[in-house]
């Protein structure tokens, strides 16, 4: 019998092979830890926008109503983000009392995006250090589109595709979603075939005028540790390679070379 194709939910990723035309609309890393009031307070973030305004100048402060359900809602609550932007607005990071995030939607490498997340760790670790990091994630969204999506069936393996090989262009709307663990944490994934119009994020992946298939694939690790960058890159990395060799198991050569991956 011949062995059953598994998602290569451990084990090393291989090898990056850099697609200069990949469909990647949008990649964004969060870090969670517990709630930091000071950072409601402007005076408290102008050190933090000191280290990273060079590159992120452009500063807008949000504030977000929150109900609470449990316990029992005593009325509306605000919470502050802070959102620093570059000059292309491609790159995006948010400070809040509980998190912060990098966004982007102009990825260019592992490396790069990475070498930038350290950068406004370590911005917060000189200015508003929590004590601690509760959660990470990372998630990145791909959106094949136009003529690449007639030819799908060569792009992506066959387990992928699934039930689409047999209901074929008439299926308007195919999604599969799974939640496994992972390496070093939990994989989440979603992928398969959108209307025009449609998105699974707003916030993320703007809904666009044609059909499109998405590969959503967010690997996080959750557990209480001490707030120290280096050791959040370190499972920054891990993360990123997880989903990297997930997507590397999902996609063929043909996709590669469609993108720019070379012969």
Known sequence: MANKPVLPLQGPAPKEIPLPNAPLVSVIAQVR??????????DRIIGFQDLIGTHYPHLERR???????SPPSTGGEDSVHWRFADDTRNWLVTLAEDFIALETRAYESRTDFLERLKIILQALEETLPPTHMTRFGIRYIDQIKGEPLTKIATLLRDEVIGVANLLGAPAKQLLTHIEVAADPGDLVARWGKLPANMTIDLSLAPPIREESWIIDLDVSKSGESPFLSEAIIE???LCAKRIYAVFRWMVTKDFLRTYGGGN
Request: aromatic residues 4%.
């Open 33 to 42: 830890f517990p709630t930091r009031l000071a950072v409601r307070n402007p």
């Open 63 to 69: 504030v977000h109503s929150i109900i609470r359900s």
């Open 235 to 237: 499972t920054a990395t």
